[in-house]
């Protein structure tokens, strides 16, 4: 991982990396939004019930490649490996960022 990404960038990825469920959801506003394969998740307890779905179901670890923000706007790209189709894939985590948390989460296939 880059030693250049934000605290809060850096902690997401590493709690990602460990599979940590409560340390990835304390990353989000209590509010926040997630918009995942066509899904919408909103709130804590639903971000959380995602989070640990996926990391059963997928087996994930992440590849730092790449960041960038503008105001509270935020593009974290990761390489993305784990037990799903086309793997490993980079992803875009397209965020917003709000009082040092996540308030809006879009993962999509990275151009990059």
Same mark, same amino acid.
């Given at each position: 991982?880059?030693?250049?990404?934000?605290?809060?960038?850096?902690?997401?990825?590493?709690?990602?990396? #460990?599979?940590?469920?409560?340390?990835?959801?304390?990353?989000?506003?209590?509010?926040?939004?997630?918009?995942?394969?066509?899904? #919408?998740?909103?709130?804590?307890?639903?971000? #959380?019930?995602?989070?640990?779905?996926?990391?059963?179901?997928? $087996?994930?670890?992440?590849?730092?490649?790449?960041?960038?923000?503008?105001?509270?706007?935020?593009?974290?790209?990761?390489?993305?490996?784990?037990?799903?189709?086309?793997?490993?894939?980079?992803?875009?985590?397209?965020?917003?960022?709000?009082?040092?948390?996540?308030?809006?989460? #879009?993962?999509?296939?990275?151009? $990059?």
């Amino acid at each position: 991982m880059s030693g250049n990404l934000p605290v809060l960038m850096a902690e997401f990825v590493t709690a990602k990396n #460990r599979h940590d469920g409560a340390a990835i959801t304390a990353c989000f506003a209590e509010d926040a939004t997630v918009y995942d394969e066509g899904e #919408r998740i909103q709130g804590h307890t639903e971000i #959380r019930k995602w989070i640990d779905a996926a990391n059963v179901k997928y $087996k994930v670890s992440y590849d730092f490649l790449d960041y960038s923000e503008d105001g509270e706007n935020a593009l974290l790209t990761l390489m993305v490996s784990g037990e799903f189709e086309g793997s490993p894939l980079p992803l875009d985590y397209q965020l917003k960022v709000n009082s040092g948390k996540i308030t809006e989460l #879009r993962i999509v296939l990275s151009e $990059k």
